[in-house]
């Protein structure tokens, strides 16, 4: 279909299987070899695994293209079974170390295995398949490769064996608190299901880290290789930012330098994983075949510590000549968003399981500690409960037979069998302009004449989704926040202005906004015609001139 065709040209030149006449000589059990060639600029990097080949079952869904016997380049679905439990498709055999190991082997990390982490676009593309499992142990494994690369070429930064562990645990644990669906859940359900509450999954992930430093075979490694209270303090500053301090504590020392697990001169530490919604959307777009330019390999070999003048902190810095490939990074990162997580049909699917989550929420229950029952959204007060809590919901509403979950076993039969809720169409709001009196306009000044009689206006809904498109911080331009040194002053960290940046790298605008709209019903091939011509109609009448974006 037309998925299928979308996915083959953003996958041209990326993977390449050998032997050439996989699938049909490749028997149920058998070793292939996957070649994963990235053409850079100035090197090649070839990567080669062997893969265990299952056919039937779906262990790690991989969309590769295939050279057929003809030569002919062919999509085909390759199941991947990972023959050894840290054979990451990404990046290759990964050795953990051992008390990462027995972090992972804890129910709470486990946990992760059956959550998506693009949520609802698996839906929409069949690569999205990768869950946060092994995400995480992808993102500590690049934390890690990134702190050794600065310990190697700047002895002087003192990075001790202990900071590197802790990094790679920061980065293993990083993801913890995701809800099923990842951002659906706190993005979409939990606002819906408790207005008002702020609930982030980064807490959730610092109270899961938490609840599983509970468990013996974790306490005794972390004793074993000697990570104390600090580190356990440093862990989770990483991953949440700085902790609340008791108001006894707050006093000189939180001006300066906010973090109690380490202290200033380590302070460039604190942005490996933090910087980790870029390693995020970078693993991301390689789980989805999408051609990624962005090089985060040149990016850990030209990066370096520098002390930032005006504050005295010591912050990682990027050659000055890599600017086009941090902007690639950039790119990358919104043409994700357009084209995965905020794509039309995407949204409207997360938007229908959402509804069926809010609607199931008092009728799903997980018990908890002290053998209290939570429902779905309370189990975010209860990290016992909340281990319970999966992608699995979504079967369990649609396999149901309970009267309590009807409605939502229906909107997810609907999902399933792809009777989503028509789209009428989308409208770019001018920058700055206030979205809800927008919304408030669509909802009034519509008009249901086009409806034959039998359907009454109480009878529909119409669903806004609000898409934000941005580079990750609002309308400013990401580089401004970075620093940069040159080859002959290696030790001084300096901005890149705009005016030292080709235009063709450089976007005049960092973030856009859309408005969608879909009807909340199935609509006749008539009505939704005449539907959507009433939204056209509206969307010529509001007044916001086309913005034009250079990228
Ligand atoms: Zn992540």
Known sequence: GEIMYKLENHLADQCVISPSTFPENVPVGGLITVSIYTQKAYNVVQITHQFTIKREVYVHNCILLVNGANNEERLAHCNVMFHQVFNDPIHGHVELHPLLCKIIDTPQFQRLRNIKQLGGAYYVYPGASHNRFEHSIGVAHLAGQFARALKERQPELRIKKKDILCVEVAGLCHDL????????????????????????????SIAMFNHLMKNKGVKSAMEKYRLDEKDRDFIKEMIFGPLKTKTSEKSNCIKNWPYKGRTKDKSFLYEIVSNKRNVDCLMDSLHLGMKNSFDHCRFIKFARVCKVAEDGEWQICIRDKEVSNIYEMFHTRSRLHRRAYQHKTNKIIELMITEAFVKADKHICRKGSKGKTF???ETIKDMEAYTKLTDHIFDEILNSSSDDLKEAREILQKVITRKLYPYLGQTKPKQNQDITEVCTYIFVSHDY???????????????????KIDFGMKHKNPIDNLRFYKKDEPDKAFKISDDQVSDFVLPSIFSEQWIRVYWNKSLSRKELKAAREIFENWRQKIPHPEVTFSY
């Open 177 to 204: 608190g995701h809800g099923p669906f990842s951002h659906l859940f706190d993005g979409n359900f939990i606002p819906k299901a408790c207005p008002g509450r702020k609930w982030k999954h980064e807490k959730a």
């Open 375 to 377: 429902t779905l959204s």
């Open 449 to 467: 004449n086009f409806f034959d009689g039998t359907r009454k206006q109480g009878d529909f809904k119409i669903i806004v989704s609000i898409c």
